[in-house]
Each structure stands twice: as structure tokens, then as C-alpha cells.
């Protein structure tokens, strides 16, 4: 159950601290579906505590994000269009889609990786989007980290006024 996932994630950042905090929001930068704010209230409740610094947690969360960016970017651009081309039509996705994507990103692609970063509901589309239109990497890191710098701010910040006790 998403509970016990959630259970097991706060556990493991109060456990493994920054190491872990990194681990999850690599694997959730990747585009992966998660609680990943859970992670977010155990750094809270360790700032809190006095066992984690504010400025280094949103850094870890914010680098481990981006280092999953890269991860998901490099599979969008290695396989994105070959997967569509294949299983597309079962997700309604059609040449026609990969066109527009191709020109929203070179129209707005570092505007998206940035606003997408720091809004749930695009977060992960835009990855893979990104890869798969093979919009030039480094403006793509650039951009999601500063977007992963605001996101993992206000994560952090919040999880620190919530007192970090969601489970303690």
C-alpha cells in the first residue's frame, strides 16, 4: 500500500539522512512515481531536530533531482521515439504528437524544463519529452536544476512549518 511505501521512505531519510534523501529524489527525478514529498517531511523533522542543515538538504534534494533529470533526458533521447513508434498507438500517441513536442521544445524548452520542475502534475512528462525531442542537454540541466533549487525549497521549508511530525 502507498502508506506502507511512505512508511518505509520517511524511515529510511530519518535512518540514512542525506544519502537517502539523494537516492529518492534521484529515482523520482527520473520520472519514477512516488511519495517523494514524504522524503521531504523526514528531512524536515531532522532539520528540526538538529541532525540535518537547511541549506544541504534542499541542495542534496535539488542535485539528487537533477541527476535523475539527466537519467530520464538520456532515455527519452536514446529510446523515447523508437517507443512511441512502437507501443504509440496504444497510448494514442502519434507521429503527429512527436512533431509538436519536437517544436514546443525548441520554441520553449528551457521555459518548460524550468515551470515544470516546480509543478507535480508536468514533472514527469517533461523529462522524457525533453530527451525525446533532444533539446540541447545543457540548457535542459540548467533550467530543471534551478526549477529543482525552488522546488526542493519549498518542499523543505514547508516540511520544517508542518514541524516534520506527518509521522513522528
Do not use: K
Request: glycine letters at 14%.
Amino acid at each position: 500500500a502507498l502508506s506502507d511505501l511512505a512508511r518505509t521512505l520517511y524511515d529510511t531519510v530519518i535512518r540514512y539522512g542525506y544519502l537517502a534523501l539523494f537516492v529518492a529524489t534521484l529515482l523520482e527525478g527520473t520520472g519514477l512515481p512516488g511519495p517523494i514529498q514524504i522524503a521531504l517531511f523526514a528531512s524536515g523533522y531532522l532539520i528540526i531536530r538538529g541532525d540535518m542543515d537547511p541549506a544541504a538538504a534542499i541542495m542534496v534534494a535539488a542535485m539528487g533531482n537533477v541527476s535523475g533529470n539527466a537519467i530520464g533526458y538520456l532515455l527519452g533521447a536514446n529510446g523515447g521515439r523508437a517507443f512511441v513508434r512502437r507501443w504509440g498507438r496504444y497510448l494514442r500517441i502519434t507521429e503527429n504528437h512527436l512533431e509538436l513536442i519536437d517544436r514546443w521544445f525548441r520554441r520553449y524548452g528551457s521555459l518548460t524544463a524550468f515551470i515544470a520542475r516546480i509543478f507535480g502534475i508536468i514533472r514527469t512528462p517533461v523529462i522524457i519529452g525533453a530527451g525525446v525531442a533532444r533539446m540541447p542537454i545543457g540548457p535542459f540541466l540548467l533550467f530543471s536544476c534551478i526549477g529543482d533549487l525552488i522546488w526542493a525549497a519549498f518542499w523543505i521549508y514547508a516540511s520544517m512549518l508542518l514541524g516534520g511530525r506527518l509521522f513522528g
